[in-house]
C-alpha cells in the first residue's frame, strides 16, 4: 500500500528507537523524545498527570470515553528509554481508538534503575488503578445495569518484558480484571540461548541482535537474561495458565518474528487465547510512523475495532 519512499522514511524514524554502543543513554533518551514526541495531541485527546502508587502517570482521556475501560500501556525504549512524553501521541491514538482512558507510567529505566525497578512500578501504578476503578464502579452502577471493570495491559517493543512478567506475578483477583494483553512489536526473549544472539540472520529493518544484547546488559545481570521475568517466553506452564487473552500485532520483517510464533504455540497449547495480527513487509513499530505509513493508521483502527466488537458482542 506505502509507497517505497514512505517505507524508507518510516524506518529512518524508526531508526531513533535502535540502541548502540555509539549512543550514550542520555543522548538515545533524547532522541526517542525529540522523535516521537508532539506538542498537539491527535483527535482531542485530553492528557493529565496523576500520581499512582507513587508513580507519575500521563492519563489520556478521549472524547467519548467508556467509563470502565482502562489501558494500563509500558512503553519501550530498550529499557533504557521512552517515557511518558514519546509515549504520549501513540498512547493518545490508543484513546480514541479503543475509546478508552489510557495511562502511562514513568517507570524508571535501566542502568541507574535496572530490573526489577519498572516491574514494581507497574505493580505499584495497577493495584492502584485498579482500587479506584472498583470503588468509582461500585458508587456510579445501578442495580439493572452493573459494570465490570475493564482493564487492557499494553505494551511496545521492550515494553512487553515488562508487562507480561507483572502479569505472571499477579494474584488471582487482580488477573482476572485484565479483559486483554496487547502487545506491539514485543520483545520476547534476552536470553542468550536465543537463535538471534548465536549466528542466526534475522531480518529486521529497525533493531539488531546486537543492539537487544546492549539493552540487556544495561537491564539485569546475563545470569538473569532466562529468568520468566526478563525473558517472558520462559515462562512455565503455571504461570501461563489463566493468562488473559493475548492480542499481538506486528510487523513481518521483525527480530523477535520466531520467538512470536513460538510463544504462540506456548500459549495455546495453554489454553490461553493468542491472536496474531502480522503486518506483511511491515517493520518493528511500524504504527508509530503515522505520517508515512497508510498500515499505520489502518492498525489502529483494526485495535479500535477489536475492543467495540467485543463490547457489543458483551452487551
Known sequence: MSSSKDRQNAIKKL??????????????????????????LPNNVDCTEKEFGGVKCDVLMPEICSSNRIMLYIHGGSFVAGSRVSARPFAASLANAIAGKVIVPEIRLAPAYPFPAALEDVQAVFERVYTEQNVALVMNQSENS??????????????????????????????????????????????????????????????????????????????????PLVSPIKATREMLLGLPPVYIQMGEKEIYYDDVISFHSILTNTGVQCDLDIWPEMMPMFQLADEHLKESHLAIEKIGKLFTTQKRDDE
Not at 15 to 31: E, H, I, N, W, Y
Not at 196 to 220: N, P, Q, W
Request: hydrophobic share 40%; proline share 5%.
Open 146 to 227: 452493573p459494570k465490570i471493570p475493564e482493564i487492557i495491559i499494553a505494551s511496545d517493543t521492550s515494553g512487553a518484558s515488562i508487562a507480561l512478567p507483572f502479569v505472571y506475578g499477579l494474584k488471582e483477583n487482580y488477573r482476572a480484571a485484565i479483559k486483554k494483553i496487547l502487545l506491539f512489536s514485543p520483545w520476547l526473549s534476552l536470553s542468550a540461548d536465543d537463535d538471534m544472539f548465536i549466528g542466526k540472520k534475522v531480518c529486521d529493518e529497525v533493531f539488531t541482535a546486537d543492539s537487544v544484547r546492549l539493552s540487556a546488559e544495561h537491564y539485569t545481570y546475563q545470569e538473569n537474561w532466562s529468568n
Open 15 to 40: 531508526k531513533a528507537l535502535l540502541f548502540t554502543p555509539k549512543t550514550d543513554v542520555t543522548s538515545f533518551r533524547q532522541k526517542i523524545d525529540a522523535t516521537f514526541s508532539s506538542v498537539f
